[in-house]
């Protein structure tokens, strides 16, 4: 591998471990509620501490310089010189969609834009000018008798090397803090003693780049100790023998002299003696190897790297960074059942070959055993490979907490958020186009659902209302439910809106379910006035229409005065349906069992006819719309009387149509093929898909058929009028 190629995958690297910081940054800050909370302040910091260290070895001094900032506030916050305030966990929150917005141009290798870091490091000033009210007494753990020391403890932080991913991190603790300078002097450089450990290369460190970035502060003399240099002969050019000293003629604060040691300083042993005018010294503050460090203490806790969500194993290859779609984290423990599954079918193989060599009619039994072992480990391979796409929605569901928090703050709402199932598992492609729909339905549910604190005080509810998302497992689909304890659905007030309107006809007797869905037409909004949250009836129609083209169903429950609750139904995967297969003449074609409500066998007592031309179906209440699928796809059916097939009630984007059929086949898995990759998009075909026997069926996209067949209708409609 060239060295290009490696310094390309260790700053991907940077680049995820720095997005996966962030969110651990921002989990932290949503979760902080004050200073006591000592454990929380350090993971936030320890993320940015190493953000702020990896920027600047990789020359990002523009994230570098930012993200110290922000780090000298929560060093604040963590000593105990300041408390934790709203003003500053909420410009901290800023900070963290700053620095991420930096990396992203970073990653893209394009050039990262100031502007809103400039604008937020005035902010960052004026809460960093601000005294603010230190921490309680009790702040300070692991102070006997839960008393401050009179001096801050020494402090663990991470150093993680972005080379050595899976390398143990380990603490280090950072010279003390001098209260002042002698008097008879002023600060002018730093004389520092680094002796790396004898391992530095093989972390693909490099003494020059740091040698490079001190000289950035100042002049620097160098000068380097060979002594411990073996002769040639005996030379391992993987280790290093050397150890330096350096001169900085730099009036530099002691943490921006560190910082350039933060990648090593885990491992080596570095001595900083700051040089005063009149010549005169402080005694050296040592860090000591890493090897007399414990690895934990009462005063210091655990210290580890920030590690991924617990759903995506360390231990997993690297993936691309948040936001790409072109790869995957798969645990360890999915790779290695897929490698053991490809071996049986090996194995199977291997059984299944010795019969075209030699094949002996009394080898029939062997040979259905060995087919029925090839069809096990067939089954077992498919659902190996689709775990692999498999992601818990907790991916999608950790933007939510954020969100409310802002959107709470802006609307003057008190809101408590609650997540439960994010360890439920869907598709990857389903999890990256569930996320807007999601996100337009818990701002619709913040703005319209909930109200406001005296409102909520005058029902007799508390004050703080409550917004649920929930994922579980039901009947082979996953269902994610977002409810609120808000004032519910105003039913009286969507049907006077949809009448005004001309969604409905006046005299319409709808049931609740018809009403409800009201508010996913097209415009349909029933604000009375419109904010950039919500109230422009652009989104419900959206998230709906995005729901059904995953293959999935979306329901509305409302209480009047207790709240309401949203029900997605959606496929676990995209790459295999749940679906019927259906035949039309000598066409056979497959509709997913989501979409299907029943099928019935029609009496001509039951059909009519509208304006001469559309034929109608009644089932129970309603008149249904009958779509034939022959006329539609232009094929020779067994019989064109109605009476004679059978009706298929089906049911999207909130409409119910009957679709006849000749026949009803099996029900089974299939997998889909795409037929805009092989041939064309068709209207009212979602894909194909290949039979056992070879034969090809036809996957309909339900959504489409009924668009287009009430496009059909209303052109016909239109010529005859």
Not at 266 to 277: F, H, L, M, N, Q
Not at 630 to 657: C, M, Q
Not at 700 to 712: A, K, M, Q, S, W
Request: glycine content about 8%; aromatic content about 4%; charged content about 25%.
């Amino acid at each position: 591998m060239s060295i290009d190629m490696e310094m390309e995958e260790i700053l991907n690297l940077f680049f995820e471990e720095s997005f996966e910081g962030l969110n651990a940054m921002e989990s932290g800050l949503l979760t902080l509620e004050d200073a006591t909370d000592k454990e929380c302040i350090n993971t936030i910091f320890r993320a940015a501490h190493s953000i702020k260290g990896g920027a600047g070895t990789f020359g990002f001094m523009e994230i570098s310089g930012f993200t110290h900032s922000v780090e000298t506030l929560l060093d604040e916050m963590r000593n105990g010189a300041r408390g934790v305030t709203p003003d500053a966990v909420q410009v901290l929150l800023q900070s963290v969609d700053v620095i991420r917005e930096m990396i992203q141009s970073a990653q893209a290798k394009q050039p990262i834009v100031m502007t809103g870091a400039n604008a937020l490091s005035g902010e960052l000033a004026r809460v960093l000018a601000q005294k603010g009210t230190p921490a309680p007494a009790s702040a300070s753990a692991g102070a006997p008798g839960g008393h401050a020391p009179s001096a801050p403890a020494p402090t663990a932080v991470v150093a993680a090397p972005p080379v050595a991913a899976a390398a143990p991190a380990i603490s280090t603790p950072q010279p003390a803090k001098r209260e002042s300078s002698p008097t008879n002097g002023v600060l002018e450089g730093w004389r520092i003693d680094f002796v790396p450990d004898p391992s530095l290369f093989k972390t693909c460190n490099d003494p020059m780049r740091i040698f490079d970035e001190l000289a950035n502060l100042g002049p620097l003399e160098v000068s380097a100790q060979v002594d411990k240099v073996p002769s040639l002969g005996d030379l391992d050019p993987t280790q290093c023998f050397m150890s330096w000293t350096l001169t900085l003629r730099a009036a530099a604060e002691h943490a921006r002299v560190a910082e350039v040691f933060d990648w090593v300083d885990a491992s080596s042993k570095i001595t900083y003696e700051p040089i005063y005018g009149s010549g005169a010294a402080i005694v050296a503050a040592a860090v000591k190897p890493a090897a007399d460090v414990p690895q934990a203490t009462a005063q210091r806790g655990t210290v580890q790297r920030v590690a991924p969500p617990a759903e995506a194993p360390a231990s997993a290859p690297a993936a691309k960074a948040s936001g790409e779609s072109g790869s995957l984290r798969v645990a360890t423990e999915k790779v290695d059942a897929l490698i053991n599954l490809v071996g049986e079918l090996v194995i199977t193989q291997s059984m299944l070959g010795r019969f075209a060599e030699k094949y002996e009619p009394e080898d029939v039994e062997s040979l259905r055993r060995s087919l029925a072992q090839l069809t096990r480990n067939t089954r077992e391979l498919q659902e190996s490979v689709m775990q692999i796409r498999m992601l818990p929605i907790g991916f999608s569901f950790n933007r939510f907490p954020r969100l409310v928090h802002d959107l709470s703050r802006k609307l003057g709402k008190k809101v408590e958020l609650k997540l439960t199932g994010e360890n439920t598992e869907l598709d990857k492609t389903v999890l990256e186009k569930i996320g807007d729909p999601l996100v337009h339905l818990v701002r619709n549910a913040l703005d319209h659902g909930l109200e406001a604190p005296a409102q909520r005080l005058a029902a007799g509810k508390s004050d703080t209302g409550t917004l649920e998302l929930n994922a579980f497992h039901e009947g082979g689909s996953i269902i994610i439910e977002v409810k609120d304890d808000g004032a519910g659905l105003n039913k009286e007030r969507i049907l006077a809106k949809a009448r005004e309107r001309g969604l409905v006809d006046q005299d319409a007797n709808l049931s609740d379910d018809a009403i409800y869905n009201l508010i996913f037409v097209a415009g349909f909004s029933t604000a009375e006035t419109i904010s950039d949250v919500s109230g422009r009836g652009v989104g419900m129609d959206v998230v709906r229409r995005n729901i059904n083209d995953l293959g999935g169903h979306v329901q509305i429950f409302s209480t009047a005065g207790k709240g309401s609750t949203i029900r997605i139904r959606l496929p676990l995967t995209l790459a295999i349906l749940e679906g019927q297969v259906l035949r039309v003449g000598k066409e056979i074609y497959v509709a997913s069992l989501v979409s299907i409500i029943e099928t019935v066998q029609s009496t001509r007592e039951n059909l009519s006819c509208v304006a001469g031309r559309t034929e109608l179906f009644r089932h129970r209440t309603d008149y249904l719309p009958i779509i034939r699928l022959h006329d539609l796809f232009g094929i020779e059916p067994d019989s064109r009387d109605i009476a004679d097939g059978l009706l298929v009630v089906l049911e999207a984007e909130g409409r119910r149509v009957a679709m006849l059929v000749d026949e009803l086949l099996a029900q089974q898995q299939v997998v889909i093929k795409s037929l805009e990759t092989n041939f064309k998009q068709v209207p009212g075909l979602a894909g194909a898909t290949i039979h056992g026997d070879g034969t090809v069926a036809l996957i309909l996209d339900v959504p489409g058929l009924i668009r287009t067949f009430l496009e059909r209708q209303s052109m016909q409609m239109g010529r005859a009028a």
